[in-house]
């Protein structure tokens, strides 16, 4: 598979801020015209100006029935691209996780009922105002891999060196003075301090993400409102009423109750599963979900059956499942292993039998007794419940993490742990991918004239810093005082073409935060990490249904800049830039 080339660009400062009058910024930010609640309430649909992007439904992926078929050209955004050479003949296993890999969710249904929940349980748990409850929810505003400052009430972008390129205090974007005054003093490495920073790194918490910038309007418009908490307080109650709306089931219960509501169909499932397996791969499904829900979004995505038709064949396709198995803590941490009984959902200790719960006068079923080695009963998967890393190594017949692949939509739970911890080879699925590539095709016409520009004022910029400093040693050099002046307005000229270039390509992808793989023209943190953790990375996980169980997947060639030179030289000889350079060169050869 070939990666697309995405484009060095963007500097988000070109954009126009939303607001750039923040007077402090580690403290609440009182306002001269405060807004009223019912401002706050409608932010941010209020202050967008441009289109936010949706996240794309899971794709119809069909092989084709012919040979010819299989050597069509393979759309972009169905490829699976690849950080880090992988055979698939050495891959003996593969994972993958449920919740936002083969479970995709509805965003306009499920985002929207995570927000009005964790509402909720701020008012009527943690005490907040009702006015809370009046909070609109715009879930495209946010974008994963941002990154929330809980000390602040910020949320940044980052690049991959850690530079904060973009910045939030609620709703209002802080100037590139206010943004460069507070992280340029900050240590690289303290952007990593869970203590004060939040990664925004799945789809789940783009309620949370958005209810804290909501919050921090809220408080400082009405400073008094919530009792002088501070920012970070403030999020430690919205992270424990999160918490919450998992921990009592309600999230789950809405979910349970019409699977339909908020979770897409997706037919490529079976077919991607049991052509692994014709393949010689065992499977294996590990989520931190526990078994009652588990089974009720599996037996909808496989089977389509839901509430009373549920039954447990899905398990048929699955050599083994782990149930609750609390990623990331499953990769590093020892802890006892139970099966399930799926009828009822007891547990049993592995090593005895004894039931775990629940525990009454009935009696008890006894399915423990059997070697837990023995991974299917009547060709279904048993099922487990926590346990290490170890015991599903046991279960696969592995003996190296490298030859386990596994599947997931966590950067940090599914694919950086699963990945340092074990060397386990790793795909990451995103469907915003699916956007990028969309729109980096539509902005095609604008990359070309963009990187002229670019490499054209990189240019002006090198021959400018050379007049000026000839002219500190030769002040009164008169030809160069021409030439200076000259390139300066040349500078200006393409400053303004390439800024221009910038906005327009711009359009095609997200209005507020950019290309979820770029923080001005670097790469973003978040790029980073697939980067370096991901050994493949494609929108959806139906894109496996277009490769083989023996694909080798070969990476890309890396170029470092001092390579990438030889390929802006040749650009430049073929943008013909010597009927604006060659004459400024001249003039400088003949004052030396």
Not at 115 to 142: A, C, S
Not at 214 to 220: A, G, K, M, S, T
Not at 352 to 366: K, M
Request: a neutral charge; glycine letters at 4%; hydrophobic letters at 35%.
């Amino acid at each position: 598979m070939r990666c697309v080339c995405a484009v060095q660009l963007i500097s988000h400062r070109l954009l126009p801020p939303l607001f750039n009058n923040i007077r402090s910024l580690t403290t609440h930010v009182p306002r001269n015209m405060p807004l009223t609640f019912e401002q706050i309430s409608k932010l941010p649909a209020s202050k967008v100006a441009g289109e936010l992007q949706d996240i794309p439904p899971p794709p119809k992926v069909e092989l084709g029935s012919s040979i010819e078929s299989l050597f069509s050209p393979i759309p972009y955004e169905r490829q699976i691209y690849c950080n880090r050479t992988l055979d698939m003949k050495v891959i003996k296993a593969i994972g993958f996780d449920m919740d936002y890999t083969l479970a995709q969710y509805i965003p306009e249904t499920f985002e929207c009922l995570a927000h009005r929940l964790t509402k909720e349980n701020l008012v009527h748990v943690k005490g907040y105002p009702e006015i809370v409850l009046d909070f609109q929810f715009e879930w495209r505003f946010m974008q994963k891999g941002l990154t929330i400052d809980k000390i602040r009430g910020n949320v940044i972008k980052r690049d991959r060196h850690q530079y904060v390129k973009l910045a939030y205090h609620g709703f209002r974007e802080l100037s590139k003075e206010d943004r460069n005054s507070i992280y340029d003093k900050e240590l690289r490495e303290e952007l990593n301090n869970h203590s004060h920073y939040n990664m925004i790194d799945t789809l789940f918490s783009l309620a949370e993400a958005h209810t804290f910038m909501q919050l921090v309007e809220l408080v400082d418009n009405h400073p008094n409102i919530l009792g002088g908490k501070t920012y970070q307080e403030i999020y430690t109650d919205l992270r424990g009423a999160v918490d919450l709306c998992h921990r009592d089931g309600s999230l789950k219960a809405h979910v349970a109750a019409d699977p339909e509501k908020y979770i897409y169909k997706d037919s490529s499932i079976v077919p991607i599963l049991d052509n692994f397996r014709k393949g010689g791969k065992k499977l294996f499904l590990a989520t931190n979900s526990l078994w009652d829900y588990a089974n009720v979004v599996m037996n909808f995505l496989i089977c389509g059956r839901v509430k009373e038709d549920k039954n447990d064949e899905w398990l048929k396709h699955f050599d083994v499942v782990i149930t609750g198995c609390g990623k990331p803590e499953f990769f590093t941490s020892k802890r006892p292993l139970y099966e399930v009984h799926t009828p009822t959902g007891m547990l049993f200790n592995t090593d005895n039998g004894s039931p775990r719960e629940p525990l009454d006068l009935t009696a008890q079923p006894q399915i423990a007794n059997e070697e837990v080695c023995c991974l299917t009963k009547d060709g279904k998967a048993r099922v487990f419940q926590s346990g290490y890393y170890t015991d599903l190594h046991r279960f696969l017949g592995v003996n190296l993490g490298s030859e386990v692949l596994y599947v997931g939509d966590h950067i940090f739970g599914d694919i950086l742990k699963s990945k340092k911890s074990l060397n386990w080879r790793t795909m990451l699925v995103f469907p915003e991918l699916e956007a990028e590539l969309v729109g980096l095709q539509k902005a095609h016409g604008t990359q070309e004239p963009m990187m002229q520009a670019r490499l054209e004022r990189k240019q002006l910029e090198h021959e400018f810093h050379l007049y000026e400093h000839h002219l500190k040693l030769n002040p009164d050099d008169t030809e160069a005082k021409e030439v200076l002046q000259e390139l300066h307005q040349k500078r200006a000229s393409v400053k303004e073409r390439y800024e221009s270039c910038v906005i327009e390509h711009h359009k095609h992808f997200h209005s507020v935060w950019g290309q979820i793989m770029k923080a001005g023209a670097q790469n973003s943190f978040f790029a980073e990490q697939v980067e370096r953790f991901a050994c493949l990375y494609s929108s959806h996980v139906a894109n496996l249904l277009l490769v083989t169980p023996t694909t080798f997947f070969e990476a890309e060639i890396a170029l470092q800049p001092h390579e990438n030179t030889l390929v802006s030289d040749e650009l430049l000889r073929r943008f013909s830039f010597s009927k604006h350079v060659t004459p400024v060169r001249n003039k400088r050869q003949r004052t030396e």
